[in-house]
Structure formats: structure tokens, C-alpha cells
């Protein structure tokens, strides 16, 4: 049985002694019964899904901060745990329909089961009528000598852009085009919309694939159908933005694609060629859509751990987890519309909570000589917002920054023979994990779904944007005690049936030994990057090395 809190803000004490040293010289400072209880805490239904700017979700803000404090981490942003976040937040109106017009008839379709669509232009209601233009990938990438904005500007200004998802793929000449089957920025669905606001475009309207995007239309509705947040643009912000920003079924662009008398399958192999050119479809789409409008003020949470070492202390190791999920939205056949976020991220909440304590327990000869950061994102799942506000407005300057270590998920199923750190080859904080694993008898885990481009979905991507070495870590795939292949189907059903849904909710049978095993490799990679004597740098061929000071 499930207890809601109340409004009042509780504070809970979490007891249990330190548990026997399992893996690595440090397994003695976490303790596993803590981070149970401040995961299953902070995935209680009382906190209502951590929505940024809910109720619950700054009192999930505040819980941090008072742990931070209860710990004594200092507060890291000028005497306070908290650093504002301007969100703008809009609710679609899921009655409206999609009307898509051809010179004969006309077609509507079901927001929601069809398609979702939401704003960038921060106002209650928008009204898009444009002609619609497939533009393959959507990609301007003259590295690769690829350009799929063929034609004038014209061709592309107030129109509402049909586009494929991800990469093209690669050929059988060229293997690595764009990553070879790693996915690149240019994949991104993030990407494809801001390109398409610098062209000037009305909206855009991303076909969804299950196996494009690695997970079912299920959680493109969940992640649109309720609040979506943006930045806050501020007076005189000349930055473009897209009126309708949307996404359809591969079932409803068939139809549209038929309607149109195109085939949806043989322009995807066309768009797969750098000869190709956009195609005008002959068709009208309209959406009239009302949303509400809200203004927030959503609070990363900033807590400072200073150095050791009077030279080096102004310098910073950053230690990042966003706090947030997705509230209270539609329901599920139980009728529950409570979404968790109990792996996602109350789990990395709890680990990243668990590192500042183990410093705080370090002897003063282990001490780290240059300063740590912990640092709790608000609105990730809103498109790494907290993240990006900080790398843009940083509390601790970023070229003082050595790294950022950062935590989205756990390891809640056993112990592994393995690590895996996204991000850890562009620069030298690989030879740094490599180090540490190989004191420990574990191997490396490469990213096994580099498809999926996972290294550009989480709150890591922004300091790497700005020229920051970031790894985001990732639960090992040898478990100890599971047969082969275990990881992989754990890893299927997760995003199939949990990721995104009220059923991402804290389990009894989970086990933390495998979660403390990875925070013992954590620290021992946060002592090695914070007592070098040099900051980590990125590789000089990696695409975000052109971004890094110089070190």
C-alpha cells in the first residue's frame, strides 16, 4: 500500500550502520540501507511525480537541500542550496485535431493516439496553417557534406517541416557516415527542431518509429500530453522558435504520405542519399491549439564540498542528478497517473546524496584537493533545462570545472563484473576510468545501444556543450549470478512497459549492493580527476574539444 504525504514538509531520519568494504577501498562509506529509503522516499506518491514548479516537486527541491545541509555541504550558490530556474510551462488541450487538406478532402487526426504537438512560442493559443515539406533528416551538417535544406529559404519559411528521426544511416562505401551506427547531435530530435526555427519554419512534425527512437508511441504521448517547459526567453532574446513542435504515429504519416500520393517507404530510402531534395507533399495542415500558460520559478539544487588544497580549490568536480520527472498526468489501466520516477531519477537523486556523504566521511589525508559540486537538476525530462540553465549561467565558472560526473538510473539488481561511463572516450577522463577499473578487476561497458544516442539525452550533454569532460554513468550488463543476456532483456522491458509511465515506482526486491559498487568506482574517479595536477581535456578530433578552454 502506497502513503501519500501530506502538504507539510517531513523529514525523515535514515539510520543503518556502514555496511563490511565489498569492491574497492571505498565500499565502506555508503550505506545501502540509506539510499533504499531515500529512494523509496523520494518516489512516493506524496511528491506527485516531481514536476518542475509542483508542490512536490520543490518540496522534493527542499528535501535535497535539507539533506545537503543535515550532511554539512556547504549551500553553493551565494548562501543558498538553491539556484533559480525561469520555466515557462504549457498544457495542450487534448481535444484538438490535426486537419491535413489536399485540394479534394480532408483529413483529421486524434491528439494523442495520432499525434502531440506542443509550443515554443510561450503564448495561450496558436493557430499554424502551412503547407507541408518532407525534408528527409533534416540536416545541415557540412562536415559531412550533407545538406538537406536544398533550395531557397523560402522553400522552408513558414511551412511546417515533415521529418525523419535520428541519423541517415550508413552505407556499405561509408561506415562511419555520421557516426556509423552511433547517433550523432544532427539525430536528435532536439537538434531537427532547432535547426528548423533557424530556417524559419512554422512547425515541424517528427515521424515516430518504434525503433527509431527505441521505445513505443507510449512515451511520446506521456511526455507531451502533459506540462511541457522551456526556458523563459527574456526581453530582446532574438533566439528562433517554432509555433507548432509535434510529433506523429508511423501509422497516421502513412496516411498522410497516402493522401498525398507519396510512399512513405521510398522517400525514407531516397532521404538516405545526400543527393536528396525535399518534397513539396501538395497538402495543408492546420492546428488550432489552446494551451495553458504558466510562469515558474523551478530550483536546482547546489551544494559545495571545498577542496583540500589551497591552489586547487578553485576548481570544481561536479557531481549531477536531476530531480524532477514527469507529476501527474494521463492514467494507466489501473488508474494510476502518479509518474514516480523511482529509477528515473530518484535513484541517481540517492547516489548522488550518498557521494557527498562519503566525502564528508573521507580521512583528512583522502581528502579531494580541488572542490566538489553536487549539483540536482530541475527539468530534465523537459529537455536537460536545469542543466543548460546552469551551463549557461554557472554557479562555479565552467573553465575551473575539471569534469562532471553524472548519474541518471541505478543499479538495482546485483552486482556486476562491469562499468560503463558514456562520454568517457572523448576525453582523458577515459584513461581515468580505465585506472580505476583495472584496480578493481572490472571491465569497461561500452555503449551497447550507441543507436540510441544516449550521451546527448542527460544532463551531461550541457557541460560537454560548453567544453566540460562529462561521463554519465551506466549500470554494468555482467551481473554476477544472471544468465547471459539478463541486462539486455531487463533493459527491453524497461523501456517498453516503465520508462515514462506511473509503473517507474519503487520495488521491494530491489537490492543496492550493485548501486553502492558503482558509487565506490564514482568516488574513486571523482579523487583521481579532483588530485591530478591538470584538468581533463577533450580529445582534440572530439566535436566538443572546439568548446574547451584552453587547459
Do not use: C
Request: charge should be negative; glycine fraction near 10%; hydrophobic fraction near 35%.
Amino acid at each position: 500500500m502506497r502513503i501519500r504525504l501530506t502538504a507539510v514538509f517531513v523529514i525523515i531520519a535514515l539510520t543503518g550502520t556502514a555496511f563490511a568494504q565489498k569492491q574497492g577501498k571505498f565500499a565502506n562509506l555508503f550505506n545501502e540501507e540509506k539510499i533504499k529509503e531515500t529512494v523509496r522516499f523520494l518516489s512516493d506518491d506524496g511528491f506527485e511525480g516531481r514536476a518542475p514548479g509542483s508542490r512536490g516537486g520543490e518540496l522534493a527541491a527542499k528535501f535535497i537541500a535539507y539533506q545537503l545541509r543535515t550532511l554539512g555541504i556547504k549551500p553553493g550558490n551565494n548562501g543558498s542550496y538553491f539556484q533559480p530556474v525561469s520555466l515557462v510551462g504549457v498544457k495542450a488541450n487534448p481535444d484538438a485535431r490535426l486537419r491535413v487538406a489536399d485540394r479534394n478532402a480532408t483529413f483529421e487526426y486524434d491528439f494523442g493516439s495520432d499525434f502531440v504537438a506542443t509550443t515554443g512560442a510561450q503564448k495561450e493559443q496558436v493557430n499554424v496553417n502551412a503547407e507541408l515539406v518532407f525534408v528527409g533528416y533534416g540536416i545541415d551538417a557540412p562536415e559531412q557534406k550533407w545538406n538537406d535544406y536544398k533550395g531557397s529559404a523560402s522553400d522552408y519559411r513558414d511551412k511546417i517541416l515533415v521529418m525523419l528521426v535520428n541519423d541517415p544511416p550508413p552505407t556499405r562505401k561509408d561506415q562511419d557516415r555520421f557516426g556509423g551506427n552511433a547517433l550523432t547531435y544532427y539525430g536528435r530530435w532536439t537538434y531537427k527542431y532547432e535547426e528548423a526555427a533557424r530556417r524559419g519554419a512554422a512547425g515541424v512534425i517528427l515521424i515516430h518509429t518504434d525503433k527509431s527512437a527505441g521505445y513505443g508511441w507510449n512515451v511520446v504521448e506521456t511526455s507531451n500530453g502533459n506540462w511541457r517547459f522551456e526556458l523563459e526567453r527574456t526581453r530582446g532574446d532574438s533566439t528562433p522558435f517554432l509555433d507548432m513542435k509535434g510529433w506523429m504515429t508511423e501509422q497516421t504519416a502513412r496516411r498522410v504520405f497516402a493522401q498525398a500520393g507519396l510512399n512513405l517507404d521510398e522517400l525514407t530510402e531516397k532521404a538516405a542519399d545526400k543527393d536528396f531534395k525535399p518534397v513539396k507533399m501538395a497538402l495543408t495542415a492546420s492546428l488550432r491549439q489552446e494551451y495553458e500558460l504558466k510562469r515558474v520559478q523551478s530550483n536546482n539544487v547546489v551544494g559545495l564540498w571545498d577542496g583540500s588544497d589551497s591552489g586547487r580549490s578553485s576548481e570544481y568536480v561536479v557531481y549531477s542528478a536531476h530531480w524532477d520527472h514527469l507529476g501527474v498526468g494521463k492514467p494507466d489501466p489501473d488508474g494510476d497517473d502518479i509518474y514516480n520516477g523511482a529509477l528515473d531519477n530518484a535513484s541517481g537523486v540517492a547516489q548522488v546524496l550518498a557521494l557527498a556523504e562519503a566525502f564528508t566521511k573521507l580521512q583528512r589525508k583522502e581528502q579531494p584537493k580541488r572542490s566538489q559540486v553536487f549539483l540536482f537538476t530541475t527539468a530534465e525530462e523537459q529537455g536537460l533545462l536545469g542543466a543548460e540553465w546552469y551551463s549557461r549561467f554557472p554557479v562555479f565558472p565552467l573553465d575551473k570545472t575539471a569534469a562532471n560526473i553524472n548519474i541518471d538510473g541505478g543499479n538495482f539488481y546485483g552486482v556486476t563484473r562491469d562499468y560503463g561511463a558514456l562520454g568517457a572516450e572523448r576525453s582523458d577522463m577515459g584513461d581515468i576510468v580505465d585506472d580505476v577499473l583495472k584496480d578493481r578487476g572490472l571491465k569497461f561497458l561500452p555503449d551497447n545501444h550507441p543507436e540510441q544516442g544516449y550521451f546527448f539525452r542527460s544532463d551531461h550533454f550541457p557541460f560537454a556543450k560548453a567544453g566540460v569532460p562529462s561521463i554519465s554513468v551506466r549500470s554494468g550488463a555482467d551481473y554476477v549470478g544472471r544468465p547471459a543476456g539478463w541486462s539486455e532483456q531487463f533493459f527491453q522491458e524497461y523501456n517498453t512497459k516503465h520508462y515514462h509511465q506511473p509503473s517507474d515506482e519503487f520495488l521491494d526486491d530491489w537490492t543496492f549492493d550493485g548501486m553502492v559498487q558503482s558509487l565506490e568506482v564514482n568516488i574513486a574517479i571523482g579523487l583521481d580527476v579532483s588530485n591530478r595536477k591538470k584538468l581533463p581535456k577533450f580529445n582534440k578530433k572530439d566535436e566538443f574539444a572546439k568548446a574547451q578552454p584552453n587547459r
